[in-house]
């Protein structure tokens, strides 16, 4: 094969890029290939909607965890046997001591607290953990315990798979915390920690028995009531015991493969369910997708998967234990649900949506809502025009009916509006036969409590218009207008 590609893609490019840009560089190396050789320009052809960019937005990076607690309680040796856990899982994990900024010449240690969050250089760390996030290599600082000094060296860390951040601090910087998927906080016994604190110290960060004792008084203890322990209720887990506790590393190491072998947005968002992992939701969307099907097969196709979406919503509502006479007379244990139901259209596409729903939740009372820019002016706020809703929200779980979520912004608004009618966020559960990964995070960033039901995650065209590959207005094609 020739090698006379485009000049625009440089090839030495790829070669020296980081994970996003060399995909980039790849992605039209291969778009000018298949123009040369086929004569279609297949980026203007609308036949593929893909580029580097948006496959980018459908990445959802490492898995980030934070790993929280006293000094010496065990973070670090907890760390190392989930590292060990994963087996051959790319892991980096990062000490929030390297991050020191260090004393000046002139500063005493003795009268430093090392414990206070000034003393780390937290805007520094954050940097590095965006650079891993990107996939791209980050050079973090080295410190010397016995000088109190930063190194005149960096280290260079490639990004994983998993990126394990640990230190008394992890949780106390906002940006950060906000970052991590999993926040393990490791605690024990004061007085344990102390002894191990003393034999590690004068051991390898050259300390006499007085001067941890004498910092440990003065700044250690003090600063773990202020700063620390008041962050332990954002832990997901709070592992008593440390190492000894082999149970709760067990569980955490078997989460935290759960998540990796979850290659989508459910990594990141537990409430989100996608159902359409199977052939036969496959098959559904083979059909209704299709510009060629009938009216009448895309309502038919469209109702079967709104009726299975229905369903899979009616599976995230609580239940309660019952029983029921069977005609032979004996007893039968079962479950019947514990909430009341109502349901709420986001018009037009959702009115699509009611038929499906019905089909499968007979009696549901059913509200209406329209969200619209002002016409005049296209990069208007959305606005509710028109809101007609079920009575007694606030005890209510209802079903949010939106066929196709694009950008998520009008999903957004409607939610805000239920919240502000009374309606519960943990108990709103959007149904969404498409919705774009950009919408799903749209969503989840402003309502993480809230719950997602769809059958396909798409994702949203460059120019933010549709969702691609999508299957045009759903409504339009829905209502046969
Ligand atoms: N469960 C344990 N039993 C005995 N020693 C431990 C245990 N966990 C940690 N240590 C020791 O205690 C010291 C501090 O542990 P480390 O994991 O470095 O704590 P941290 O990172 O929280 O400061 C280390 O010398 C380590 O080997
Ligand atoms: N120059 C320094 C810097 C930090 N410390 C102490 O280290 C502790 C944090 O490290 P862990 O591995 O124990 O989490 C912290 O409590 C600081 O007091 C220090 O002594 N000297
Ligand atoms: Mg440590």
Same mark, same amino acid.
């Given at each position: 094969m020739s090698t006379d590609y485009d000049e625009s893609v440089d090839l030495t490019e790829i070669a020296k890029a980081d994970s996003a840009t060399c995909q980039s560089c790849i992605t039209r190396l291969a778009f000018t290939c298949a123009k040369r050789l086929t004569g279609v320009d297949l980026e203007s052809s609308g036949l593929i909607n893909w580029t580097g960019e948006s496959e980018e937005s459908q990445s959802v990076g490492p898995f980030l965890i934070g790993v929280a607690g006293g000094s010496a309680s065990g973070k670090t040796t907890v760390c190392n046997k989930i590292i060990q856990g994963l087996g051959d899982r790319r892991c980096v994990m990062i000490a929030l001591d390297w991050f020191y900024k260090g004393l000046e010449d002139e500063?005493?240690?003795? %009268?430093?607290? #090392?414990?206070?969050?000034?003393?780390?250089?937290?805007?520094?760390l954050s940097l590095c953990l965006e650079m891993l996030i990107r996939g791209q290599s980050t050079e973090v600082p080295c410190y010397d315990f016995s000088t109190h000094k930063r190194l005149p060296v960096k280290r260079l860390i490639s990004p994983g798979e998993v990126v394990i951040i640990e230190g008394i601090l992890?949780?106390?910087?906002?940006?950060?915390?906000?970052?991590?998927?999993?926040?393990?906080?490791?605690?024990?016994?004061?007085?344990?920690?102390?002894?191990?604190?003393?034999?590690?110290?004068v051991s390898s960060r050259g300390r006499t028995i007085e001067s941890v004792l004498a910092q440990y008084e003065k700044f250690v203890k003090p600063s773990y009531e202020e700063f620390i322990a008041p962050t332990k209720r954002y832990a997901d887990i709070i592992v008593p015991r440390g190492a000894e506790n082999l149970v709760a590393i067990d569980l955490v190491i078997k989460h935290i493969a759960l998540k990796l072998s979850q290659p989508d947005?459910?990594?990141?968002?537990?409430?989100?369910?996608?159902?359409?992992?199977?052939?036969?939701?496959?098959?559904? @969307? %083979?059909?209704?997708?299709?510009?060629?099907?009938?009216?009448?097969? #895309?309502?038919? @196709?469209?109702?079967?998967?709104?009726?299975?979406?229905?369903?899979?919503?009616? %599976?995230?509502?609580?239940?309660?234990q019952s029983f029921v006479y069977t005609p032979t007379g004996d007893v039968y244990h079962g479950f019947k649900y514990s909430a009341e139901l109502a349901s709420v259209s986001i018009m037009r596409g959702g009115d699509a949506m009611e038929a499906g729903l019905r089909a499968v939740c007979k009696n549901i009372s059913i509200g209406k809502m329209l969200i619209a820019k002002d016409p005049l002016d296209p990069s208007s706020e959305r606005k509710v025009i028109y809101c007609k809703l079920p009575s007694e929200l606030s005890r209510k779980h209802v079903f949010l009916l939106d066929p196709i979520l694009g950008t998520g912004k009008t999903a957004v608004k409607a939610v805000e509006e239920l919240l502000r009618r009374g309606c519960i966020e943990s108990q709103i559960i959007i149904l969404s036969l498409v919705t774009s990964s950009e919408g799903v995070r749209f969503c989840f960033e402003h309502f993480p409590q809230l719950k997602l039901v769809t059958s396909a995650v798409d994702h949203l065209h460059v120019s933010q218009s549709r969702v691609v590959p999508g299957l045009g207005e759903f409504a339009d094609r829905y209502f046969g207008t």
């Open positions: 500063q005493d240690a003795s %009268s430093y607290n #090392f414990d206070h969050p000034d003393s780390l250089d937290f805007e520094l992890t949780f106390y910087p906002i940006d950060i915390r906000s970052m991590l998927h999993l926040k393990i906080f490791v605690d024990e016994d004061p007085d344990t920690c102390l002894c191990r604190r003393i034999r590690r110290d947005l459910r990594r990141l968002y537990p409430n989100l369910v996608i159902m359409g992992d199977n052939p036969q939701i496959q098959g559904l @969307h %083979s059909v209704f997708r299709d510009r060629e099907a009938s009216r009448e097969d #895309f309502i038919f @196709h469209a109702d079967r998967l709104i009726r299975l979406i229905a369903e899979e919503g009616l %599976s995230l509502l609580p239940f309660q």
